[in-house]
């Protein structure tokens, strides 16, 4: 299994509230990404990252913002959660060359009342 | 129109049946294609992936592409029952960016002992 480990794990919260979620890696790999999971919608990508400081949006990045200040750290923030970005979340990471299949961490189930 | 369509199913096949997972996809200048597999409540886990037309067998899997036609698919010999999961297909754009992923919403898959 890919070195992926994501935390935390499960978390409820109430709206209004910044919430951090942190993906951590380690296979040294370039590109890391994170995902919501919707029924109905499927994976969706919110930002990814293509190096240290090297970040883009992605289908579905309002209300999110990211951060890499490290190789195998990549930061998920909602600033002020709503009842919409209940979901679960999903990092994910690859390397190149093409055609970088991606790998998946385990997951974080994220609750806002 | 979705970019990557799926049928969501369920698809029930008897147990040591071939099963076959259909995906359609609208870009006509993707490259590359990948089947997942996903557990309830688990993370999605790459299959294979393909890139040439034609068929690539792994084990039991063959995953079939016809560009031509833009779709992809996926046989399962020897259906078990531990294949019962969503199958996830995912396309990486045209025009570059081969590190971003479309996934389709899913097809659910039910071997039947």
């Known amino acids: 299994d890919a070195g992926i480990t994501q935390s935390p794990r499960h978390k409820v919260t109430e709206t209004g509230t910044p919430v951090t979620l942190r993906c951590h890696q380690t296979?040294?790999?370039?590109?890391m990404y994170w995902y919501r999971q919707d029924p109905g919608h499927g994976l969706r990508l919110i930002h990814y990252?293509?190096?240290?400081?090297?970040?883009d949006k992605g289908e579905v990045s309002d209300g999110y913002s990211v951060s890499r200040s490290k190789t195998e750290d990549f930061l998920l923030t909602l600033e002020s959660a709503t009842s919409s970005q209940t979901s679960v979340y999903f990092c994910?990471?690859?390397?190149?060359?093409?055609?970088?299949?991606?790998?998946f961490g385990d997951g974080t189930r994220l609750s806002i009342l | 129109q979705k970019e990557v369509e799926q049928n969501s199913g369920p698809l029930s096949v008897p147990e040591g049946a071939i099963a076959s997972l259909n995906c359609t996809y609208s870009?006509?200048?993707?490259?590359?294609f990948f089947w997942y597999r996903q557990y309830s409540g688990k993370s999605p886990e790459l299959i294979m992936f393909?890139?040439?037309?034609g068929d690539k067998e792994d084990g039991r899997f063959t995953a079939q592409l016809n560009k031509a036609s833009q779709y992809v698919s996926l046989l399962i010999r020897d259906s078990q029952p531990s294949d019962s999961a969503t199958y996830l297909c995912?396309?990486?754009?045209?025009?570059?960016?081969?590190?971003?992923?479309?996934f389709g919403t899913g097809t659910q898959l039910k071997v039947e002992l």
């Open positions: 994910a990471i690859s390397e190149p060359p093409n055609p970088m299949p991606q790998h």
């Open positions: 296979e040294n790999h370039r590109y």
């Open positions: 990252s293509y190096g240290v400081k090297d970040t």
């Open positions: 870009d006509r200048g993707s490259q590359s």
């Open positions: 393909i890139y040439s037309n």
């Open positions: 995912a396309v990486t754009p045209g025009g570059g960016g081969g590190n971003k992923l479309t």
